[in-house]
T-cell receptor
Framework: NAGVTQTPKFQVLKTGQSMTLQCAQD?????MYWYRQDPGMGLRLIYYSASEGTTDKGEVPNGYNVSRLNKREFSLRLESAAPSQTSVYFCASSEAPRGFTEAFFGQGTRLTVV | TQLLKQSPQFLSIQEGENLTVYCNSS?????LQWYRQEPGEGPVLLVTVVTGGEVKKLKRLTFQFGDARKDSSLHITAAQTGDTGLYLC??????????FGTGTRLKVLA
């Protein structure tokens, strides 16, 4: 059971470089999410996608773009990385809007911007 | 804006001790979830509480949802080193979104 798969697991970028974080889920979930996790701040929602073809901003969207490529895949792009974007990034999926169901998470991407 | 505040932020205890961590909000939630996150992994759901006053048990872990549905607690009896991790509460925000608390980082020492 793969669940939610994120790549890469680790990445170091120089300020101003761009990169795309990939996420795929095999649970046929409609909803997918990108979170960032920083010490003492829990998980903060960057963007989410309620269904294929739709995306919406979360709590901290500035500096990021997303693409819901199909039902399985949801990517997060940093166009011009900044040190403030150093964080651990998690992709998640759920059965929403079918109730407040379990969110399934990937293993995370640890990103350092120098 | 709905917020979930967890306390304590950090907790270090000896194996065999009991502990309680809290999740509080000024807003009413229809339900709350608790997740545990181990180092290098994503959070994993432990339980969902849906009724005010509800108590759920998962082996040595006891979860309670406040009567007013604004708070929840997690009590661990006779903690073990395997309980070490980050504990996060989460609540629904609208139809699709999840709000996560600030987290309690627990370390159980052998």
């Amino acid at each position: 059971n793969a669940g939610v798969t994120q790549t890469p697991k680790f990445q170091v970028l120089k300020t101003g470089q761009s990169m795309t974080l990939q996420c795929a889920q095999d649970m046929n979930h409609n909803s997918m999410y990108w979170y960032r996790q920083d010490p003492g701040m829990g998980l903060r929602l960057i963007y989410y996608s309620a269904s294929e073809g739709t995306t919406d901003k979360g709590e901290v969207p500035n500096g990021y773009n997303v693409s819901r490529l199909n039902k399985r895949e949801f990517s997060l792009r940093l166009e011009s990385a900044a040190p403030s974007q150093t964080s651990v990034y998690f992709c998640a999926s759920s059965e929403a809007p079918r109730g407040f169901t379990e969110a399934f998470f990937g293993q995370g991407t640890r990103l350092t911007v120098v | 804006t709905q917020l979930l505040k967890q306390s304590p932020q950090f907790l270090s205890i000896q194996e065999g001790e009991n502990l309680t961590v809290y999740c509080n909000s000024s807003s009413v939630f229809s339900s709350l979830q608790w997740y545990r996150q181990e180092p290098g992994e994503g959070p994993v759901l432990l339980v969902t509480v849906v009724t005010g006053g509800e108590v759920k048990k998962l082996k040595r872990l006891t979860f309670q949802f406040g009567d007013a549905r604004k708070d929840s607690s997690l009590h661990i009896t006779a903690a073990q080193t395997g309980d070490t991790g980050l504990y996060l509460c989460a609540g629904p925000s609208g139809t699709y979104k999840y709000i996560f608390g600030t987290g309690t980082r627990l370390k159980v020492l052998a």
